[in-house]
């Protein structure tokens, strides 16, 4: 069965920092690109950042260009998120997703002091 | 602000047809492929259209996509009370480069 499964969220003041990771199984991680997308509370989805099979190419919204690093390690079946200089609107519930065919249930992430 | 339109909401009586749109421009649905998501509530998001018109399995065929030149559209026909959901139609824009959403569409079954 396909998953994938993010975790690392949690409540964070304004400028700090969190790591968010998406554990893959069921499937061949590293032949998929992969992408976060969140989506604060009561509002749409917004795409944050995706990354190709080999982590050579990375894509970001413009929102949170500069301040966010997508990463992956293929060895561990395993996407990443750094996520610097956080900001209150930064707060939602981040999803994982597999070539947009399967997503995970999300982490949620909480900006405030 | 998201660059691609969908109305907030549509509605419809068990058994009819709902179409919901999804307008762009010519830098994302114009010169991309459109997928569509549902978002049951409470869930994360599930691909029900890829490519325009194409469904994975396990998706009925009470749902369908098409595109017309920067616009989309996906329809539920014989809806019933599960397709209560949110519904988003998404793409690649070359001039953002990057991946974009629309703004979301809330299909009540009356």
């Known amino acids: 069965e396909v998953q994938v499964l993010a975790s690392g969220g949690g409540l964070v003041q304004p400028g700090g920092s969190l790591r968010l990771s998406c554990a893959a199984s069921g499937f061949t991680f590293s032949s998929n690109d992969m992408s976060w997308v969140r989506q604060a509370p009561g509002k749409g989805l917004e795409w944050v950042s995706s990354i190709t099979t080999s982590g050579d190419s990375t894509y970001y919204a413009d929102s949170v260009k500069g301040r966010f690093t997508i990463s992956r390690d293929n060895s561990k079946n395993t996407l990443f998120l750094q996520m610097n200089s956080l900001r209150a609107e930064d707060t939602a519930v981040y999803h994982c997703a597999k070539n947009w065919d399967a997503w995970g249930q999300g982490t949620t992430v909480t900006v405030s002091s | 602000q998201s660059v691609l339109t969908q109305p907030p909401s549509a509605s419809g009586t068990p058994g009819q047809r709902v179409t919901i749109s999804c307008s762009g421009s010519?830098?994302?649905?114009?010169?991309?492929?459109v997928n569509w998501f549902q978002q049951l509530p409470g869930t994360a998001p599930k691909l029900l259209i890829y490519?325009?018109?194409q469904r994975p399995s396990g998706v009925p065929d009470r749902f369908s996509g098409s595109k017309s030149g920067t616009s989309a559209s996906l329809a539920v026909s014989g809806l019933q009370s599960d397709d209560e959901a949110d519904y988003y139609c998404a793409t690649w824009d070359g001039s953002l480069n990057g991946h974009v959403f629309g703004t979301g569409t809330k299909v009540t079954v009356l």
């Open positions: 010519n830098s994302n649905i114009g010169s991309h492929t």
């Open positions: 490519r325009n018109n």
